[in-house]
């Protein structure tokens, strides 16, 4: 697996690396999975996420994988940074924010914008 624990400026975020799997959706599916797995033992509302989407392929196959197996895992999520999605891959931010609810969800440029984002109180 890919995706773990990070610390930044004292608090713990769960890297959700998705990143390098272009056209591969087992893989990918492979690694949401486990990310999902980790994620669903954490309590409600107390997993702030960096999910990194370089260098993955937005197909419509991906997409219905991110949708199916995001789900179950948004229970622990209080807030979600994604990176990898610019440019036209935005209508991507636009779908994961639908499935995603009511958890606050924003698209950075760089991991340390996102950082910076999600440890902001």
Known sequence: ???????????RIFFADYSGFGNDTAGLQQELDEAVEVLAREPDKSVLVLSNFENTVTTVTNLNA?????????????????????????????TF?????????????????????????
């Open 1 to 11: 697996m890919k995706s773990h624990w990070i610390d930044y400026r004292g608090k």
């Open 66 to 94: 991110v949708r199916h197996s995001i789900q179950p895992a948004n229970k622990a999520v209080i807030k979600r940074a994604i990176l990898g999605v610019g440019g036209v891959r935005r209508m991507f931010l636009t």
């Open 97 to 121: 924010s639908n499935v995603l609810g009511d958890t606050d969800v924003a698209a950075f440029d760089t991991q340390e914008q996102a950082l910076v984002w999600l440890t902001k109180e």
